[in-house]
């Protein structure tokens, strides 16, 4: 894991010229030498980490070759972000979990087992893409029946939201949670100190599970250029809350690490807030290039690895599940192709203040 780590804390190349070298990450949890999971389950969250990176490369492709203006995503994160799907209580209202979350997202919407074709259609902004009609970016979800917020561009916005349905649940009794998500950098800004405040007032703690995906780099300042904590999860520590920093890039320890932090805030009612190391394997964003970097640790090749130590999986094996689905979401990107844009007179739809003028309360 050592030797990971290290790796991990390299720079992407890109940026390496005009940024010192990051610090290697200390203190993580790991369990990377044992596979005390099911092997069904295993293989079906290294089928849906690949099923999530192939949706993203082929969401690069489609900006790449005009089919998409703007491209952001969280290939890197999968082993992150396939566990903590799986594990969301997903459903409409109180009783279900809330989600807040960020646009590096798409693997733990694939986990929960929504359709590839949604991210596709936002990507070609076209009218049938069903998280915003074909207004907004890549990546950003929207789901009423699974109560996923609105993925926000202003970062950080998500953690201030978050005590809001974590009250509401609380109060509704049951154990839905509140998940939210966001990276490193936007940690400094005010909203995530909001959140550790408002989750862990003594006698009127919230039950929310604050997550931090770390790849160390903002859009191009590296992590030590932020702030001067070691560790974002030593942040709650002043709050009183529990907390831990994981290695987001072995789904084995993200899954086990996330459950018993789900099961935690689900029975005490209390916050949880958990920082996972993560890599990011194409840079910030299209604005940067969406340029593969071999620099950082890829989770999918490590994960490989080690499920073919174990017998559970041959490199042909891995090598067709991922062509199936490199071909799946080509097909599905060619259906996108086809559909129409967004007409103009839906410019109004969905908008809070609706058309100039009129009075939004008026019905
Ligand atoms: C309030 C606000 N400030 C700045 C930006 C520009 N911006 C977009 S993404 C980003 C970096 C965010 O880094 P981090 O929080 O570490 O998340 P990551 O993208 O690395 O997952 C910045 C500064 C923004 N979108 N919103």
Redesign the pocket.
């Known amino acids: 894991m050592a030797r990971d780590a290290k790796k991990l804390s390299a720079p992407a190349k890109s940026a390496k010229a005009a940024t010192p070298a990051a610090k290697p990450f200390k203190a993580l949890v790991t369990h990377s030498d044992a596979l005390p999971l099911e092997k069904e389950l295993l293989l079906s969250m290294h089928d849906t980490m690949v099923k999530a990176r192939c949706l993203e490369e082929r969401l690069i492709a489609m900006y790449k070759t005009g089919h998409g203006y703007f491209w952001i995503g969280g290939p890197g994160e999968e082993a992150f972000n396939v566990p903590l799907g799986l594990l969301i209580k997903k459903g409409q209202g109180p009783a279900f979990d809330f989600c807040h979350f960020?646009?590096?997202q798409s693997a733990t919407l694939l986990a929960m087992g929504e359709d590839p074709v949604g991210a596709i259609r936002q990507m070609k902004n076209s009218a049938s893409d069903p998280y915003s009609g074909g207004r907004n970016f890549a990546g950003h979800f929207s789901k009423r029946e699974w109560n996923i917020a609105p993925v926000s561009?202003?970062?950080?916005v998500q953690y201030a939201m978050a005590p809001g349905t974590a009250l509401v649940q609380k109060r509704h009794g049951g154990d839905g949670v509140t998940i939210v998500t966001?990276?490193?950098?936007?940690?400094a800004?005010g909203e995530f100190a909001s959140c550790l405040v408002w989750s862990s007032r003594k006698g009127q703690e919230l039950p929310v599970l604050i997550l931090v995906?770390n790849?160390r780099?903002?859009?191009s300042t590296p992590f030590e250029q932020v702030q001067g904590v070691e560790k974002i999860s030593d942040r709650g520590v002043a709050f009183g809350m529990k907390t831990k920093t994981i290695d987001g890039n072995d789904p084995i320890s993200a899954y086990l690490e996330l459950k018993e932090a789900f099961e935690y805030v689900r029975t005490e009612r209390k916050p949880y807030l958990v920082e996972a190391r993560v890599s990011?394997l194409y840079g910030?964003s299209s604005a940067s290039g969406a340029n593969m970097n071999t620099v950082e640790a890829d989770c999918i090749a490590m994960f490989e690895a080690k499920l073919e130590k174990a017998g559970l999986l041959t490199k042909p094996q891995a090598q067709a599940i991922r062509e199936r689905y490199t071909e799946q979401l080509a097909d599905l990107a060619r259906l996108a192709k086809e559909e129409p844009f967004p007409d103009g007179s839906t410019i109004w739809d969905h908008v809070f203040h609706g058309e100039p003028g009129r009075d939004p309360f008026a019905g």
């Open positions: 960020h646009y590096r561009s202003p970062i950080e966001g990276g490193d950098a936007g940690t800004e995906t790849n780099w903002g859009i990011r910030h």
